[in-house]
């Protein structure tokens, strides 16, 4: 069983081939910078006709971008080049032409691309290509330092409303500035999806412990994450907000050049296998793939090879607990350890808010875990936690002989018989999001 869970973008190169990917994908990401309503909701019912995966709907953020390319511009270094509406790179972003300033620079396509600004009028901006590239249609701007008030726009909200009409598990959040816009979406979407920080700008950085609390979960986005901080220092910054989302119990996506050469060819290089390898000894719930799925010329091998290398590492694998912060945690910590004492096959965790099936995750046990919750929404959710097997509960679990006899008729499709399992969540009777009991249980047939 593999523990690590699996996100890959839906685009043109993957969307008539969602039934093969669901043999991998726990979760399918829709990224409403592009297509439009009638796209976005063709996209939902192609997944839900052919996965029972979740979804996750990525808000553009104020992201600038290149408008609209016939084919493609071709740069080289000592270019001139001109952005305006009308001529030369197409950019309509207003914030583009306020926030730039003659000698900073211009980034395109996640840093690929470096244009030195040389002057700056109110809607045409000149510069001079530093390194060149290939610039097509819709390709991300960065503007390092480039002050915004905030990462959610009027657009974002106007889409988050489709996305929660649609049936989204999750938004993802792009540019987080602070804990105010993780709190301001939270406050629109109540339960109805997680919000996933998206950790891409230095502010974010900055205030990140505030982010991580408030966020339901946290995606490392190394792409402009790296044009912000600098590449030299996107090593060590990854692994901090790997360890704080550990810490406070928040699950935590990796992002962005994954196995980026598998766009064009169908096996990864070295590096990228190495760094799926270490990615996943740092305890990350979930690995994303973008362009290799949405754009590439071979999203199922690349789906795959992401599965078999997590499989093949998660083997041999250990990675380090974050301490307990609160009694409940204790109760947690505890029901790992006679687990493996007992050489326990499964964790059973009962949750109504899903609280205790996070706590039991973040430790990543040796053993499988499987969450029982009543929520039918919570259940696709708890998908994109490390470990965890999310089941449906169809029986009404008021006490804890209840969930004892309900975690033993589930536990019999997995287990055999004599073999140990460990039952653990919150007792039924008292206050949600509390983890108060542990049995060790041997299965009787």
Known sequence: MRKTKIIATLGPSSIDKVKELSQYVDIFRINFAHGDT??????????????????LVDLPGPKIRVGDIKGKIVLKPGDKVVFSPYEGIPVEDPLFYSGVKENSYVLIADGSIKINVTKVEKDRVE??????????????????????PSGVTDNDLQLLKEALDLGADFIGLSFVLSKDDVLKVKSISKDRAWIIAKIEKKNAVENLKDIIKVADGVMVARGDLGVEIGLENLPFTQKKIIRLSKLYGKPVILATQVLESMVNNPIPTRAEVIDI??????GVDAIMLSDETAAGNYPVEAVKTLHDIILAVEKRVKTVRPPPLTGDDAIAVASVNVAEISKAKLLVVHSRSGTS??????????????GLSPNK??????????GVYPFLTEKSLITLNDIIAYAEEISKKFVKCNENIVITGGDPTLE??????????????
Do not use: M
């Open 38 to 55: 009638k796209s976005h909701k063709e996209y939902f019912e192609k997944i839900k006709e052919y996965s029972d995966a979740s979804i």
């Open 127 to 148: 510069g001079v290509v530093i390194e060149g590239g290939t610039v097509t249609s819709r390709k991300g701007i960065n503007i390092p330092d480039i002050k915004i």
């Open 277 to 282: 390898s270490n990615s996943v000894s740092e």
């Open 357 to 370: 099936i996070i706590r039991i995750s973040r430790l990543r046990p040796k053993v499988p875990i499987i």
């Open 377 to 386: 929404e919570l259940i696709r959710k708890l998908k994109i936690c490390w």
């Open 432 to 445: 949600e999001g509390r983890t108060d009991f542990i049995k060790l249980h041997q299965i009787v047939c």
